[in-house]
């Protein structure tokens, strides 16, 4: 069965410093990969998507992930966070439907 | 960013009473989805729909039932609504022409069950 683990449930940065999210996941071929970002009362916004070819991907508002096929990972990253990236995020894995992590909060701190 | 909306986006409604929640997308894509959101457990599907009358459970579909009778219309409807209900719902949206599996989302709406 698929499944999808974001083992972070919260994670607090500086604004400035870099970030990574993690994300694992349990598929049985080759997956396609999405990261989502849901700020507080609104919707899911894709960031990113994997789909095949080069594995590391670049998404909006400087974000980027990497596709490591040996440790079925897909995590999300970003160099320097700002305030505004304060957010819930949300791994995906799959074909149609997708399935979900629980999301990790970020919270950046001046 | 797809058209997708979703009505009512705020409701309160009282235990027993049935609830039907719309969803309505612009954008002509295949399938559509419904998906609650709690604390705790992220996003579950509820129901989805493969085409207009076509349909399939999720891994949340007890005590919720959909129709589809249009492309554009996705309805989910809670026949008696219970406080277990009580919560955020997502429709979502996919297999258009950018993507057949990046799913796109609505603003969501936000049900209380007292």
């Known amino acids: 069965a698929q499944s999808v683990t974001q083992p972070d449930i919260h994670i607090t940065v500086s604004e400035g410093a870099s970030l990574e999210l993690r994300c694992n996941y349990s598929?049985?071929?080759?997956?396609?990969l999405f990261w989502y970002v849901q700020s507080p009362g609104q919707g899911l916004q894709l960031l990113l998507k994997?789909?095949?070819?080069?594995?590391l991907v670049q998404g909006i508002k400087g974000f980027e992930a990497e596709f490591k096929r040996s440790q079925s990972s897909f995590n999300l990253r970003k160099p320097s966070v700002h305030w505004s990236d304060a957010a819930e995020y949300f791994c995906a894995v799959g074909n149609t439907p997708l399935v979900f992590g629980k999301g990790t909060r970020l919270s950046v701190i001046a | 960013d797809a058209g997708i909306t979703q009505s009512p986006r705020h409701k309160v409604t009282e235990t027993g009473t049935p609830v039907t929640l719309r969803c309505h997308q612009t954008?002509?894509?295949?399938?559509m989805y419904w998906y609650r959101q709690d604390p705790g457990h992220g996003l579950r599907l509820i129901h989805y729909s493969y085409g207009v009358k076509d349909t399939d459970k999720g891994e949340v579909s007890d005590g919720y039932s959909v129709s589809r009778s249009k492309t554009e219309d996705f309805l989910l409807t809670l026949e008696s609504a219970t406080s277990s209900q009580t919560s955020v719902y997502f429709c979502?949206?996919?297999?258009?022409?950018?993507?057949?599996?990046?799913?796109?989302f609505g603003p969501g709406t936000r049900l209380t069950v007292l």
């Open positions: 979502a949206i996919s297999g258009g022409s950018k993507g057949e599996d990046t799913q796109y």
């Open positions: 598929y049985g071929a080759t997956p396609y």
């Open positions: 954008e002509n894509h295949r399938y």
């Open positions: 994997y789909f095949s070819g080069d594995t």
